[in-house]
């Protein structure tokens, strides 16, 4: 069992739904991370969260540490959204250096 | 803006032959990471530097080595190449973890071993 697992690992919308992509993991963590990554490769970091709760724009970002669960929404989703997210934390414990452990992504397509 | 770039973005190597990726950060940023990416496996770490010269293996170095002469370039290595090693290879930067040690990423090299 990998210590992130994300759900759905593929999810198709229509363009203005509202999206919820899921990440448990069952390592203790210092904080996690929500990744973007575009047809082509590049990778952009969308949040870094270790409590609570963060909004940029359409996209929200939570956790609850004591569940070991985070999510992403995606509100009044668009085509443009279409990519993969990934989800990814840093071990607490110890120097991490910010070490990331991964998981597998989950495949957004948004239909117009 | 942070800006992570590495050498190539596509790579077509022979069974073998000595390779060498490069990645340059420009944020004075303390730690490096090299990670493969394989579809059904996700991101793994190869290894990462926490400072000039120091490097410390991640969860699949075996097959490669790293080099960091100096903090804004960290070299990945690949001795011998092998067929195995056909992966998207990228690079990424960050600060330290205490001072809110986002990451950024480099846009990948696409490397191919015949």
């Known amino acids: 069992k990998n210590e992130v697992e994300q759900s759905p690992q593929n999810l198709t919308a229509q363009e203005g739904e509202f999206i919820t992509i899921n990440c448990s993991y069952s390592v203790g963590i210092s904080a996690l991370h929500w990744l973007q990554q575009h047809p082509g490769g590049g990778i952009v970091s969308l949040f870094m969260l270790s409590s609570g709760k963060k909004k940029h724009g359409r996209l929200i970002a939570t956790i609850n540490i004591q569940e070991k669960h985070s999510s992403l929404h995606i509100t009044a989703s668009h085509p443009r959204d279409s990519a993969v997210y990934i989800c990814?934390?840093?071990?607490?414990?110890?120097?991490?250096?910010?070490?990331?452990?991964f998981g597998q992504g989950t495949i957004l397509t948004v239909h117009p | 803006d942070v800006k992570v770039t590495q050498s190539s973005r596509y790579l077509v190597k022979r069974t073998g032959e000595k390779v060498f990726l490069e990645c340059v950060q420009d944020m004075d940023h303390e730690n490096m990471f090299w990670y493969r990416q394989d579809p059904g496996l996700g991101l793994r770490l190869i290894y990462f530097?926490?400072?000039?010269?120091?490097?410390e293996k991640g969860d699949i170095p075996e097959g490669y080595s790293v080099s960091r002469e100096k903090k804004e370039r960290f070299s990945l290595i690949l001795e011998s190449a092998s067929t195995n090693q056909t992966s998207m290879y990228l690079c990424a930067s960050s600060l330290s973890p205490e001072l809110e040690g986002e990451q950024y990423f480099g846009p990948g090299t696409r490397l191919t071993v015949t």
């Open positions: 990814a934390v840093i071990n607490a414990g110890g120097t991490s250096y910010g070490k990331l452990t």
């Open positions: 530097s926490y400072d000039v010269k120091m490097k």
